[in-house]
């Protein structure tokens, strides 16, 4: 089992930063391909960026060169660092661990990018 729990989220303006957080307990965290999800309203939920416990590192076209995704593992943390934040970026962003066939999500935390 896996617990997650986002934060780092909140409304800032077109161009802004943010840095979410999501925190992770219970199995062994560096088993674990992490990811960082969105879901906008009366949209499907997409991937944004992905890290898996050797490092390597994937993103969704509409984030590169804007968004990082890191992780600590002796900290049991994943991190996305978001960089020109434009208002198509607002949605709940959901943290994600996965291996193999068995996946855990954290609740959300919502990112709002608007003047």
């Known amino acids: 089992q896996v617990q997650l729990v986002e934060s780092g989220g909140g409304l800032v303006q077109p161009g802004a930063s943010l840095r979410l957080s999501c925190s992770a307990s219970g199995s062994v965290f560096s088993f674990y391909t992490m990811g960082w999800y969105r879901q906008a309203p009366g949209k499907q939920r997409e991937l944004v960026a992905s890290i898996n416990g050797g490092g390597s590192t994937n993103y969704a076209d509409s984030v590169k060169g804007r968004f990082t995704i890191s992780r600590d593992n002796a900290k049991k943390m994943v991190y996305l660092q978001m960089n020109s934040l434009k208002p198509e970026d607002t949605a709940v962003y959901y943290c994600?661990?996965?291996?193999?066939?068995?996946?855990?999500w954290g609740h959300g935390t919502q990112v709002t990018v608007s003047s």
């Open positions: 994600n661990a996965r291996r193999a066939s068995t996946s855990y």
